[in-house]
């Protein structure tokens, strides 16, 4: 997930809001690929065209082009509950690896950041399982009708554990995801030869993708056995179209090689690859536009199309100041139209 400066500007409300559209509105315009990746991790895509093209070509046809948004309502519920408990457990973190001089490490800092994205996703598992479900289901004959049939459902046919099948993987999967993100720090100054608080707003934003692209291609093999994991149940048509019989986690490592090689770890690859441009990219640019509207009602800049200050408004002050300051001197103003006897 993307992070940004905070901006003293803005309240919690309207960076929530702010953050909450930008992510559901990637989430949403990026969903086909997401779909076009659970589908080949699970081993529903078989054959010839197993491509992201291929793979939303077939089920468009199949179930009608509403099925490539399956379970997309799902992920954005999701997100912010998720992000609410990743925020709350990141300042946790923090605080607890900041030394007594209130210095912290960059390894501690990503550390942070994984075990808090770990605690988040744990906390909200159920719905990340529900949303794998209702993605390998036919829509034409879907086995849940939604979150809430899906929960109660699951529950009592497979028992409350059945919610968290998988859940190891995330634990396991911080591990590279944290060395990935490591890599990719300790090499920014050498990549773009410069100090890193000189880079411009592109130069981040490839690097939030560069990042994002690393991280996820090592911690990949974790996320295909985690899929299968949610997906496989013996009340679903074909176990869930998961393409291997398998025990336990580690079983299913060991089938997976062992029926696909070492590569079938990574089937699916290239859909999630080709989703982090288009995420991250539609995720800032509507993160930055709302932010300018909430600035512009704050009365900081001119116009919601630009970031042009308006004169004589002192930037530094927080949004309830600036409305007090305006207050008075609007009061000021009635005071010295009053007429006097």
């Known amino acids: 997930m993307a992070t940004w400066r905070r901006d003293g500007r803005l309240t919690g409300g309207q960076r929530l809001l702010c953050a909450g559209l930008a992510g559901v509105l990637s989430l949403s ?5 997401e779909l076009a990746t659970v589908l080949a991790q699970v081993g529903v895509v078989r054959g010839l065209g197993r491509g992201p093209w291929a793979t939303g070509h077939r089920v468009w046809r199949a ?14 519920l999701r997100l912010f509950p998720c992000s609410a408990v990743q925020l709350a457990a990141y300042r946790k973190f923090v605080v607890l690896f900041t030394d007594d001089l209130g210095h912290i490490s960059q390894w501690s800092s990503i550390m942070a950041g994984s075990l808090a994205g770990m605690v988040s996703t744990v906390v909200t598992y159920p ?3 529900i949303k794998t479900r209702l993605i390998v289901q036919n829509m034409l004959e879907p086995s849940y009708r939604g979150l809430l049939h899906a929960f109660s459902t699951i529950y009592q046919q497979e028992g409350f554990l059945a919610l968290y099948r ?98 079938g770890l990574w089937n699916g690859l290239t859909a999630n690859l080709l989703k982090i441009v288009p995420y991250f990219g539609i995720m800032f640019s509507t993160f ?11 009365g900081y800049i001119l116009s919601p199309l630009s970031y042009k200050l308006t004169p004589g408004v002192d930037q530094s002050l927080q949004p309830q100041e600036l409305r007090e300051l305006k207050r008075f001197f609007k ?11």
């Open 63 to 76: 179930e009608g082009p509403r099925a490539l948004w399956k379970g997309n309502a799902v992920a954005c």
């Open 166 to 263: 998988g859940v190891s993987l995330t634990v396991v999967g911080a591990l590279p995801f944290s060395a990935g993100s490591l890599l990719v720090y300790m090499n920014l100054e050498k990549i773009w030869n410069g100090p890193r608080d000189q880079f411009s707003l592109p130069q981040n934003f490839a690097n939030v993708c560069l990042a994002a692209a690393v991280t996820q291609t090592l911690s990949f093999p974790f996320d295909t056995v985690k899929r299968k994991m949610q997906a496989q149940s013996p009340y679903l048509p074909h176990s869930g179209g998961v393409d291997v019989h398998f025990s336990g986690a580690v079983d299913c490592f060991r089938q997976i090689v062992k029926a696909q090689g070492v590569l």
């Open 288 to 298: 930055e536009f709302c932010k300018r509207i909430c600035l512009y009602q704050n």
């Open 331 to 341: 009061m000021r103003k009635l005071k010295s139209k009053k007429p006097t006897l």
């Open 127 to 129: 719905t990340d399982l």
């Open 29 to 33: 315009l990026t969903a086909p690929l």
